[in-house]
């Protein structure tokens, strides 16, 4: 850092602020350095990756917007070193104006996610290529509802998974990363293994055939039927995008539980229950997260419910409460 050092005082700095740049710059290389990252590579989401890994932390916008004044010098004087006019700046135009991260709220317990899963609709019974036929889409919905509650996956790993991507031999899925997120491998429960032989060996093929497109409902859009795909979950009419199909299950859903919202619901629910279960390192890798501050986020969320919990059922609390009723 000395030659960073250097480049600050013929800015003309003072030495206590030269001083905060140093400070802040090296934190934040050791953080890149944790998370796998070279300085040549820094992006702007990396940024915004470690501003929420302060956030984590408590720190305040304040204290976050010094931080990033640091990097954008550093990245300044980094720009100059390498001598790259065109390189762009990751720090440029970012600063905070005093928001703070969201609570996350309506979290449903892992026995409320099995039993919505264990209680939707199963085609199993009676005459299964008669069952099969009459409610393709509610075999498709399990699967969906499978991937939910026990892999966790985001509405949009569904649209990308692959038949290919079911692993039966290993007992697992595995879910493709995105520039949003890593892929990992991650094990299936054994209630899902079933519904999964049936939808990709029966259900699926006929659906690729065109075999259900007479179906009532919204009929897809020109070009968008398909005749060969990799893609595992598909529309029923045979379109490779489900964001109806999953608007109308929801809607199904919310019927006989009001509290469910929507898949991203579900996906945070099952982190936080994984948080009570495994490591940090262990739910970052399950859930995808790029950075491990992601995952902070649901842990901070569940202590703090957790407090509620406490405060709520704390036997002084019930006292306070005695007290008050019998006006003493």
Avoid at 142 to 162: A, I, N, P, S
Wanted: include cysteine; hydrophobic fraction near 30%.
């Amino acid at each position: 850092m000395r030659s960073f050092r250097r480049y600050l005082q013929k800015e003309g700095l003072a030495e206590s602020t030269i001083s905060q740049y140093l400070r802040h710059a090296e934190s934040f290389l050791e953080w890149i350095d944790q998370e796998g990252l070279s300085k040549r590579e820094v992006t702007y989401n990396d940024i915004l990756g470690y501003i929420e890994h302060r956030r984590s932390c408590g720190e305040s916008s304040g204290m976050i917007n010094r931080r990033v004044l640091s990097i954008r010098r550093y990245f300044s004087f980094f720009q100059l070193k390498e001598k790259k006019e065109g390189m762009q700046n990751p720090a440029a135009g970012i600063y905070l104006r005093g928001r703070t991260s969201k609570m996350i709220s309506g979290v449903l317990s892992y026995e409320k996610l099995e039993e919505i899963y264990h209680g939707y609709t199963d085609s199993g019974s009676g005459n299964q290529r008669s069952a099969i036929r009459k409610n393709p889409g509610e075999i498709r919905n399990k699967v969906l509802l499978g991937l939910l509650v026990y892999q966790g996956v985001t509405t949009d790993e569904l649209h990308r998974l692959e038949v290919d991507h079911v692993k039966f031999s290993h007992g697992k899925v595995y879910i493709p990363g995105s520039k949003k997120s890593n892929s990992r491998l991650l094990a299936m429960d054994a209630s899902q293994v079933t519904v999964l032989q049936e939808y990709i060996t029966q259900v699926r093929p006929v659906i690729l055939l065109g075999g259900y497109r007479n179906n009532p409902g919204r009929k897809p859009g020109p070009g968008s039927l398909v005749r060969k795909t990799d893609q595992l979950l598909l529309s029923v009419n045979g379109s490779r995008n489900i964001k109806s199909s999953m608007h109308h299950l929801f809607r199904r859903l919310q019927k006989q539980h009001p509290d469910i919202r929507d898949a991203r619901q579900i996906r945070q629910s099952v982190i936080i229950h994984w948080l009570r279960s495994y490591n940090l390192r262990q739910v970052q890798y399950m859930a995808g997260h790029r950075y491990v501050s992601s995952t902070e986020r649901y842990r901070r969320n569940n202590i703090e419910d957790l407090q509620k919990e406490v405060t709520r059922y704390h036997p002084l609390d019930r006292l306070k409460g005695d007290i008050g009723d019998h006006n003493l």
